[in-house]
């Protein structure tokens, strides 16, 4: 006994330090696990808050991911060597919102990098008559996004960057003849492919232009990138600040509150809009069916129709608890459909949209807005829904996802969103609050590194 006793105040530090883990490993799983399954502020605190005043001015100050850092981007922009002379414009960026608004990203990073000063993006339209046909026109950047926000913010966090207004009878600088591919800056895809290669590349397409000059403004056409970059290699605080650059145009955004405030007067729900996400109030669903899809083959592959959507989606709902469902859809005999089989539901689910939710005056606006500016109001209400499924060729979808999955890791959700792609069929992202149904290579393997939230 005495010799056991003195053995034990012998005892090797290791030994105290495994005692010492596996006392903290529980006590840091059930933290994990708390976090995870209460990702909300406790409502404790939510309702120590006065009732908002203001529906419409509390949901225009409050963003998925906030607040916004502009030293997280200047800390990038003091790496980059500086010269105002080289202009860069978007030459072809095209598509929805969650396209442009990848490319307008992307654009900017190359600008960065390359010490560049640009042009205020804008981008191609899509034809009134034909949706599957991006290039109808040209689209301002105010279309979609908050031009006043973007000059503000790039002012503050990037400084060193001009940004010209386009004009035709002012132009800039002489514009050099071509478009600029940048070279990828996909690090995952292959180690060489860091900011010391694109300089380079982009030095010699440059001096390929016999009227390329560093004493006078030269205009380069840049030609639209989507995901070309490995944005999970840069700053963990860059990467979350830079998307933040961009909002929505205010004026869309009041037709969003004005269609949340709708559901939750017609509908009897709890959304305080000063929450991002309101926990256990409403599913939001995005069926993505329209003609350009069709046209697209997007249908006609395994968990991607109509019907397969429309299955999942309900599913989802029905195992969150959620009987209330907003669906955005262009494709209105879908939606009916959608509609008539949550209704056919024992209890019937209560199915709604934007269309039904505004009222005639706000209805006529809409009615003077373009396709993809109507889609924006959706993109808005989605965002902040309780739990949101999309599909997986959206960009639309996988934007609103990765932003909701930003916001969940700031408030300390710890979920790997990726892992139900070996536990489920037909599903590419989950992480609780969010899904993506369907499967695809292409955008599996390009969206959840070259995506910005």
């Not at 180690?191 to 030269?218: C, F, R, V």
């Not at 998307?243 to 009041?254: A, E, F, T, Y």
């Not at 305080?272 to 995005?286: C, K, L, Q, W």
């Not at 003609?291 to 989606?313: H, I, L, R």
Request: a neutral charge; one cysteine or more; charged letters at 20%.
């Amino acid at each position: 006994m005495l010799f056991t006793t003195a053995a034990a105040g012998k005892q090797h530090p290791a030994v105290y330090a495994a005692i010492g883990i596996l006392t903290l490993l529980p006590l840091y799983y059930l933290s994990w696990r708390y976090h995870t399954d209460h990702p909300w502020d406790g409502a404790a605190t939510r309702w120590k808050r006065p009732p908002s005043q203001n529906f419409t001015a509390d949901w225009l100050d409050t963003q998925v991911v906030q607040p916004f850092t502009p030293s997280a981007i200047g800390a990038y922009c003091n790496t980059s060597t500086w010269r105002p002379n080289l202009i860069f414009q978007l030459d072809d960026a095209n598509g929805g919102v969650g396209n442009v608004r990848s490319n307008i990203l992307d654009f900017l990073f190359f600008a960065i990098e390359a010490g560049g000063s640009v042009m205020l993006p804008s981008y191609a339209s899509r034809s009134d008559s034909d949706l599957s046909q991006v290039w109808g026109g040209r689209a301002p950047f105010e279309l979609f996004f908050d031009e006043e926000w973007f000059m503000k913010a790039m002012g503050e966090a990037c400084p060193q960057m001009k940004v010209y207004k386009p004009s035709k009878d002012d132009p800039v600088g002489k514009t050099l003849p071509g478009r600029y591919a940048p070279h990828t800056r996909r690090i995952d895809e292959g180690e060489q492919n860091g900011k010391k290669m694109y300089l380079e590349h982009l030095e010699a397409w440059l001096k390929e232009h016999p009227g390329y000059t560093t004493d006078s403004p030269i205009v380069v056409n840049l030609g639209r990138t989507l995901w070309d970059i490995d944005t999970r290699s840069l700053p963990a605080a860059f990467r979350r600040n830079f998307g933040q650059v961009l909002r929505l145009n205010p004026s869309v955004r009041k037709l969003s509150a004005l269609v949340v405030q709708n559901l939750v007067l017609k509908h009897t729900l709890l959304i305080d809009p000063r929450d991002v996400i309101p926990p256990h109030t409403f599913y939001g669903a995005h069926l993505r069916t329209e003609v350009d899809a069709q046209k697209a083959g997007w249908m006609n592959e395994p968990n991607t129709n109509s019907f397969a959507q429309t299955d999942a989606y309900i599913s989802h709902a029905l195992k969150h608890d959620l009987r209330t469902l907003y669906v955005a859809s262009g494709n209105t005999t879908d939606l009916a459909l959608f509609a008539a089989k949550a209704a056919a539901h024992a209890p019937p689910l209560t199915i709604t949209h934007k269309l039904d939710l505004l009222p005639p005056s706000a209805l006529t606006i809409l009615e003077s807005l373009t396709w993809d500016q109507q889609a924006l109001i959706d993109f808005e209400v989605l965002q902040r829904c309780s739990v949101f499924g999309g599909f997986v060729k959206s960009s639309f979808s996988f934007q609103i996802a990765l932003t909701r999955a930003q916001w969940g890791s700031d408030v300390g959700r710890v979920v790997e969103p990726w892992r139900v792609t070996h536990e489920e069929t037909g599903v590419a992202f989950d992480d609780g609050l969010t899904r993506v149904v369907g499967r695809d290579g292409w955008h599996e393997h390009r969206i959840p590194r070259g995506m910005w939230p």
